[in-house]
């Protein structure tokens, strides 16, 4: 069965520096998405993706953080100048278009660790 | 603005009973969609099963089952012959629908099985 993959599993990042994280959505997915979850918090969300371009995002999402599709199989999230409070877990998502769109399906996630 | 709510941090039950998780949501929508996802202690996000607000028949995945409550908007979740395996942390999420889909997320119940 196709899955959402992600690298790194563990990231582990002093403050200030610049990570990507990085996923590979279901194939013939084309909504793709980016969630995290703090330690002990809701799962939130961060933002959606379709078509190349961004399609809606939350207010955690601001210029620090950046997504791209640089090819035709990776979806990325980039966060600049990277804060302690970052240090999460960070879920990528992807859902098909048109039958099924509503069921997004979770990739393992890669945990953040902000020094 | 929509929010879901699981007033049961934590639950337990003896293996081979039946548990049943509860959630409630608010919206002004009519057309939405509702899931359960798992997040056992590797942390990753698995999809359960899930409810289309449209269809009044409950959603049932093998020992899964929700009783779904469109009036009282309330979405519980009951497992019935509790494994071992069961154990996790347990998410009730809405879906927005419209041009965006966005998860909206309760803060999880926490399952423990009895062996």
Request: aromatic residues 14%.
């Amino acid at each position: 069965e196709p899955e959402v993959t992600q690298t790194p599993s563990h990231q582990v990042t002093q403050m200030g520096q610049e990570v990507i994280l990085r996923c590979v959505p279901i194939s013939n997915h084309l909504y793709f998405y980016w969630y995290r979850q703090i330690l002990g918090q809701k799962v939130e969300f961060l933002v959606s993706f379709y078509n190349n371009e961004i399609s809606e995002k939350s207010e955690i999402f601001d210029d620090q953080f950046s997504v791209e599709r640089p090819d035709g199989s990776n979806f990325t999230l980039k966060i600049r100048s990277t804060k302690l409070e970052d240090s999460a877990m960070y879920f990528c998502a992807s859902s098909p278009r048109g039958w099924g769109v509503e069921t997004q399906y979770f990739g393992p996630g890669t945990r953040l660790l902000v020094l | 603005a929509q929010t879901v709510t699981q007033s049961q941090p934590e639950m337990s039950v003896q293996e081979a009973e039946t548990v049943t998780l509860s959630c409630t949501y608010d919206t002004s929508e009519s057309d939405y969609y509702l899931f359960w996802y798992k997040q056992p202690p590797s942390r990753q996000m698995i999809l359960v099963i899930r409810q289309e607000a449209y269809k009044q028949q409950n959603a049932t995945e093998n020992r899964f089952s929700v009783n779904f409550q469109k009036a009282a908007k309330s979405f519980s979740l009951k497992i019935s012959d509790s494994q071992l395996g069961d154990a996790a942390m347990y998410f009730c999420a809405y879906l927005t629908m419209g041009s965006n889909y966005q998860l909206i997320w309760g803060a999880g119940t926490k399952l423990i099985i009895k062996p």
